[in-house]
């Protein structure tokens, strides 16, 4: 078979926002590329941690999907995210091989079968969702997930606290957090949130 490279280009995350551990993420402003090569060919073992998270994901991929993976497949760092270093780089790898699958096989997986893959391999969806989808968002495992970017004020609070403390130690980051999470309190927009989810309805969010 002739080899076929597809790059993926995934943004890095941040999790465990505020009250929302393991459930609450936000896609950055920071992309890696990942380059996935389905060929024929008996490929060479990787010592490279996140190439082998790749490649974990789409052996992962292949097994939902009841298919044989090709027999060689490669994977590259074009732009690397950190390791270790809170940016979801592990998400990254995990769903940049589950989306190549996809893509190679020509869409056999939906998006929530997709999140469902990736948030497997990772234990939980916080990372995993934003990763995926963009923007911030809840990972809910009975329901899979939903869209907070229709929360203006949230959205632009919750930038703020990871752009502010991103650098600082603990306490400052805390406390940075906790002067923001004040100026939402007072908002319309929090009234108009905790009312629609004690009413089960969509919430009708004004940016005030």
Do not use: W
């Not at 990972?139 to 869209?147: P, Q």
Request: some cysteine; charged content about 20%; overall charge negative.
């Amino acid at each position: 078979m002739e080899p076929t490279a597809i790059t993926v280009r995934v943004p890095a995350t941040s999790a465990n926002l505020g009250a929302g551990f393991d459930c609450l993420g936000l896609a950055l402003d920071m992309f890696a590329s990942v380059t996935v090569t389905f060929s024929g060919a008996e490929q060479p073992p990787t010592d490279d941690v996140g190439e082998k998270m790749v490649l974990t994901a789409i052996k992962q991929t292949y097994l939902r999907l009841g298919r044989q993976a090709p027999h060689g497949i490669r994977s590259r760092y074009n732009v690397a995210i950190p390791l270790g270093r809170g940016l979801g780089a592990s998400a990254v790898a995990r769903v940049a091989g589950v989306v190549a699958v996809n893509e190679y096989e020509r869409g056999p997986l939906s998006e929530a079968q997709m999140l469902d893959i990736a948030s497997d391999l990772e234990g939980h969806g916080d990372n995993a969702c934003p990763a995926l989808f963009g923007g911030l968002q809840v990972f809910n495992v009975l329901s899979g997930r939903s869209s907070l970017a229709a929360g203006p004020i949230a959205v632009r609070m919750t930038i703020e606290a990871v752009n502010r403390g991103l650098d600082v130690p603990l306490a400052d980051g805390l406390a940075i957090e906790a002067e923001l999470f004040g100026q939402i309190a007072s908002s319309s927009d929090m009234k108009e949130g905790t009312a629609a989810f004690l009413e089960k309805r969509p919430a009708k969010f004004t940016g005030k």
